[in-house]
C-alpha cells in the first residue's frame, strides 16, 4: 500500500510535466508559419474553357515545370472526370461546377432555351432589370439570378455573416457570373466594346478604384499592339497537324502564323475592335493580370475568413471556335497558358503562402474533334444540320396537322412545340411529341430522341437516358431531347443563336495547395464533386441543392 502512494504522488507530476509539454508544442505548433491553418484562407477556383483532359498529356514534355506539372506532380490529379450530363454546354457546365448539381437541379440547362409564358428565347444570364457598371450599356445587364441553386460560395459567406469576400473574374460574363454565384462581392468581365473590365448593378453600383487604375493602364491596347508568333520554332510542335490547313476558319480570316493583332483588330476609320483580344492567348494573360490586381486590392487571404476567387481563363474557348482542337494555335495557346500559371502560382505563393491556399482546376466542357477531320481520317462522325431537320420536320407535321407553326424553336438537342397549337387544336401532346420523337430518330447523327412525357414519368438509372434526364428541367427543357452519335456535332444557326456544341465531357480536374497530398485518382467521378469535397474541408453545409460525392481520396 505504501509502495502504491508513491506512485501515485510520483505520477502526478508526471502527468501534470506531459500535459505541460504538449500544450507548449501546441502552441509552437501553431505558431509554426509552415504549419497550414486549419481551414484555407483563400480558395482559388480555376477554370479553363473548354479544356480536353488530354491536353495534359500530349502538350506534357512542352511544359515548363511550375505550370500545369506542378499541380499535378504535387496536388491531387483526378483522370477520370467527367459532365456526365446530356448538354454540356459553358453555362451548364460552370453552373455544375460552382453548386454541385445537375442542370435539373439549377436550372441552366443550356446558354439558351424558349420561354413559353413570355415567348421569346431567354439567355441563361439575361437580367433587363439591371445595368452595366464601367462599360457600355449592353455588356453588363447580367445576372445569375436564372440559376436557381446557390453555390457553394453563397453558402461560406452566409455561414459566417457574409465575412468571407468573393470575387470571379472572366473575359466570359457567363463564366464570372455563373461561378461567382448570388452572393459574390463583384463579378468582372471584359467589355467588347472597349477592352476594360465591367460589372453590373447587380454586385455593385460603382467601380472600385482599385478596377478603375487597372482599366485606365490599358492593357488591352498594350496586347493588341502584339505580334502573336509561336513561342517555339513552329517545326516543334509535332503534336499538332501542320499549320496550314482546311479546317480552320481562322482569325479574321487568316490561318497562318504569326498574327498581326494590331491589324487584325484595327477596323474602320483606325477604331480598334478589341474583341480580338479574346482569340489571342494574350487574353488569358490579361485575365491573369486582373486577377492578381483583386487578391491584391481585396486583401484576399488575409484574415480570418476563407475568401473566394473564381478565375476563368476562356480564351482558350474562343481560339477553339477559330482554330481546331489538333492546330498549332491551340498548341500554342496552352503552352503561353502553362506559363501564365506558373506566373500566377509564383505570385500566390508570395502574396498569400500556398500553405494558405487550396486551389482546384477543372473545365466547363471540353472540346470536340472536328468531323470532317475525323471522317477524313476514317473515324465515324458527321454534322447534324439541325436547320434542315427542323424543315423537314416542319414540313412533315403540316402534312399530318395540317399548317401551323408547330415548332417555335430548336437550340441544343432541344425542339420547343407550340403547346398551345397543339392544345387548341384538341391534340394529344404526348401523342404529337412521340410522333416527333419516331420521325428525328430517322436522321443520320441522332442515337436517342426521347420525349418530356416519358422523363416526367420514368426514373432512368443509367445510360444515355440517364444523362438526358439529369439535363432536364420541366419547367424550361425542350419537349423533345435528342443526343447524337458518339463523333456527331450540331451544325447550324436559328435565329441569331449559333448552336455548335463541339464538347466532348472528359475535363481535367487537380486540386493543389493547403493540406492536399499528392494522388492519383482514377475511379469515376463527376464535376459536381468538387463543391461537396471543399465543404468539408471549410466544415460548412452543402446547399441543400447539392447533388455531388465527396471525393475521399483528398482526406
Not at 483522370?79 to 459553358?90: C, G, P, W
Not at 478565375?311 to 503561353?336: C, P, Q
Not at 477543372?362 to 475525323?374: F, G, M
Request: aromatic share 14%; net charge negative; charged share 20%.
Amino acid at each position: 500500500m505504501h509502495n502504491r502512494k508513491f506512485f501515485l504522488i510520483m505520477l502526478k507530476p508526471a502527468i501534470l510535466l506531459i500535459l505541460l509539454f504538449a500544450y507548449i508544442k501546441g502552441m509552437l505548433f501553431a505558431q509554426d508559419p509552415s504549419v497550414p491553418p486549419e481551414k484555407p484562407k483563400l480558395i482559388i477556383g480555376i477554370t479553363i474553357s473548354e479544356m480536353r483532359y488530354d491536353y495534359l498529356n500530349r502538350f506534357w514534355n512542352k511544359f515548363g515545370n511550375g505550370g500545369f506539372k506542378k499541380l499535378i506532380n504535387n496536388g491531387v490529379y483526378c483522370r477520370n472526370v467527367h459532365h456526365d450530363y446530356l448538354i454540356a454546354e459553358s453555362g451548364a457546365g460552370y453552373a455544375s461546377i460552382s453548386t454541385g448539381a445537375y442542370p435539373e437541379v439549377h436550372g441552366i440547362v443550356s446558354d439558351y432555351w424558349y420561354d413559353r409564358l413570355k415567348d421569346q428565347v431567354i439567355y441563361c444570364i439575361e437580367n433587363d432589370k439591371t445595368a452595366t457598371i464601367g462599360g457600355s450599356y449592353e455588356e453588363g445587364r447580367y445576372s445569375p439570378g436564372k440559376m436557381l441553386a446557390g453555390t457553394l460560395s453563397d453558402q461560406l459567406r452566409i455561414s459566417n455573416q457574409f465575412n468571407s469576400k468573393s470575387i470571379s473574374v472572366s473575359l466570359d460574363p457567363k463564366a464570372a457570373i455563373l461561378l461567382g454565384g448570388h452572393t459574390a462581392n463583384a463579378a468582372y468581365w471584359y467589355d467588347n466594346q472597349n477592352g476594360k473590365w465591367i460589372s453590373s448593378s447587380y454586385y455593385i453600383d460603382s467601380l472600385d478604384a482599385w478596377v478603375n487604375e487597372f482599366n485606365s493602364k490599358n492593357f488591352s491596347d498594350i496586347y493588341l499592339d502584339k505580334l502573336w508568333e509561336t513561342l517555339l520554332p513552329i517545326t516543334e510542335y509535332s503534336e499538332s497537324i501542320e499549320d496550314d490547313n482546311k479546317f480552320e476558319a481562322g482569325l479574321n480570316g487568316k490561318r497562318l502564323f504569326p498574327y498581326d493583332l494590331k491589324v487584325i483588330s484595327t477596323v474602320k476609320k483606325g477604331r480598334t475592335s478589341y474583341d480580338v483580344l479574346k482569340y489571342s492567348p494574350y487574353g488569358n494573360t490579361y485575365t491573369k493580370d486582373f486577377a492578381i490586381a483583386a487578391i491584391v486590392n481585396e486583401n484576399l487571404g488575409k484574415d480570418n475568413y476563407t475568401d473566394w476567387l473564381n478565375v476563368n481563363f476562356s480564351a482558350t474557348s474562343f481560339i477553339g471556335e477559330k482554330f481546331l482542337v489538333r492546330s498549332v494555335e491551340m498548341e500554342d495557346t496552352y503552352l503561353r497558358l502553362d506559363k501564365d500559371l506558373e506566373h500566377f502560382l509564383n505570385f500566390i505563393e508570395g502574396q498569400v503562402g500556398m500553405k494558405n491556399v487550396l486551389i482546384y482546376l477543372t473545365s466547363e466542357n471540353a472540346s470536340a474533334d472536328n468531323p470532317v477531320y475525323l471522317s477524313e481520317n476514317g473515324i465515324p462522325s458527321g454534322y447534324f444540320d439541325y436547320n434542315s431537320a427542323m424543315a423537314l420536320l416542319r414540313t412533315y407535321l403540316n402534312l399530318i396537322y395540317g399548317n401551323g407553326e408547330w415548332v417555335k424553336f430548336y437550340y441544343a438537342q432541344q425542339i420547343f412545340l407550340n403547346k398551345q397549337l397543339i392544345e387548341d387544336s384538341r391534340l394529344s401532346l404526348e401523342d404529337v411529341q412521340s410522333r416527333i420523337a419516331g420521325f428525328m430518330i430517322q436522321f443520320e447523327g441522332v442515337s436517342n430522341a426521347l420525349t418530356s412525357t416519358h422523363l416526367l414519368s420514368n426514373n432512368y438509372t443509367r445510360g444515355y437516358f440517364e444523362k438526358i434526364q439529369k439535363s432536364f428541367s420541366q419547367k424550361r427543357s425542350g419537349d423533345i431531347l435528342l443526343h447524337l452519335s458518339p463523333g456527331w456535332i450540331e451544325k447550324g444557326i436559328e435565329k441569331e443563336f449559333a448552336s455548335s456544341l463541339h464538347f466532348d465531357t472528359h475535363v481535367p480536374l487537380v486540386f493543389y495547395g493547403w493540406k492536399i497530398g499528392k494522388a492519383n485518382v482514377s475511379r469515376p467521378l463527376s464535376v459536381i464533386d468538387i463543391m461537396p469535397s471543399i465543404a468539408v474541408f471549410l466544415d460548412i453545409s452543402c446547399p441543400a441543392s447539392v447533388e455531388g460525392n465527396v471525393i475521399t481520396e483528398l482526406f
